[in-house]
């Protein structure tokens, strides 16, 4: 089996090494993979590091690892950030969970005409975001998890783009193709992907007089959910990042 398969999720990897019990989703990983004790794993911990370890027992009590000091990998690049318009209900959760198991750098949710009302318990949900994207990264073997931003209006969101980012805005009256928009050398990519009902042509004309150019997905009509992945998707593939 290819290292690559044996990768066991580690909220927390010893920093200088040492023994780890791993938690119940490790252990239920651990099953799939059929690891035996003195198995070769790798540990990852969702936030860019991971370590070297090889399986001591597995019981009752958990998945007990000796691991070597953790390692830092680098951010994949060229990285992308996704701003998305704030949709309605647990459709966000199912983003973020893909976004993380694809490899998304970053996501930003923004506050657009057409959002739903800005929800009351914004943090707690951001926390609960939080840890929807660090388990599917953990279960992916994503060594990164995405960097989730608060809800904001989006004109803030968008000015946080960098100025040498390319920057796209996916509307579905926009009559230009991925393609013409986006080199094969393309470096950073900001793309914004609109709410239920898509984006307003005020907000669309607003991020053009930013530099935000308008592509599309063709001549159907996505759902909030199916263009957030389509479109991170595509990107992805575009920019090289999908290649083994």
């Known amino acids: 089996m290819a290292e690559r398969q044996r990768r066991l999720p580690c909220s927390e990897l010893p920093e200088r090494g040492g023994e780890v ?10 099953k799939v993979l059929r690891l035996q004790p003195n198995d070769a794993v790798t540990l990852i911990d969702g936030l860019g590091h991971e370590a070297s370890a090889e399986v001591l027992a ?3 009590a958990g998945v007990r690892c000796v691991a070597q000091p953790p390692r830092r990998l680098p951010r994949p690049e060229p990285a992308l950030s996704c701003v998305l318009g704030l949709p309605k209900g647990a459709k966000l959760e199912g983003v973020v969970r893909m ?9 930003h949710l923004a506050q ?5 009302p800005r929800p009351a318990d914004h943090g707690a949900r951001m926390e609960r975001l939080r840890r929807v994207a660090l388990e599917a990264c953990l279960q992916s073997g994503q060594p990164w ?3 989730l931003q608060g809800l904001a209006p989006l004109p803030q969101v968008a000015a946080r783009a960098p100025a040498e980012a390319r920057k796209l805005v996916f509307w579905e009256r926009a009559e230009r193709p991925l393609d013409q928009a986006l080199s094969p050398d ?3 990519v900001w793309a914004v992907i609109g709410p239920e009902g898509g984006l307003e042509e005020e907000e669309v004309r607003a991020l053009e007089a930013r530099d935000f150019q308008c592509v599309g997905l063709g001549a159907g009509i996505l759902r909030v959910e199916t263009a957030s992945v389509v479109a991170a998707t595509l990107l992805l593939d575009r920019l090289g990042r999908l290649r083994t």
């Open 99 to 107: 976004y993380a198991e694809l490899g998304v750098s970053a996501l």
């Open 58 to 60: 597995l019981d009752r």
């Open 145 to 147: 998890a995405p960097q």
């Open 21 to 30: 019990t791993l938690d119940a989703g490790a252990s239920r990983h651990a």
């Open 186 to 188: 393309a470096g950073e």
């Open 112 to 116: 657009c005409a057409r959002s739903v």
